[in-house]
């Protein structure tokens, strides 16, 4: 499969081409179907496993462990991110620094400059 062979499937089919990207994005990230995606959905009523929100326009994403590779569930982007930072203490400590150095911040405007 080509350059060419990928250009022409977009073009031609772009929904397909979508859908194309998306099974091999699950089977060579995380070792699971399209219809393994869609049963955790439904086991997961259509929404978040941590917060419950709904997908929009794009789809949830696949909660794996870094480590083992172990596929935990389907999470929003707000919940994927914070349970990133969660699994990284370093960045959970530095994003608590920041907060406290703008905690400690009496001067400037309403932007902090």
Known sequence: MGMKWNNDFRE???EGYGRFLFECRLR???GI??????EMLKRQKGGCAICG??????RLH?????ET?????????????DLQVLESPGRADALAEYLRL????????????
């Open 62 to 66: 696949v909660d794996h462990n870094h």
């Open 102 to 113: 703008w905690g400690k911040q009496t001067t400037g405007g309403k932007n902090g400059v």
């Open 53 to 58: 929100k709904r997908p929009g326009k794009k």
């Open 33 to 38: 179907t399209v219809e393994q995606y869609e």
């Open 12 to 14: 031609r089919d772009p």
């Open 69 to 81: 590779g172990q596929v935990r569930g389907l999470l929003c982007a707000k919940c994927n991110g």
């Open 28 to 30: 060579n990230g995380y």
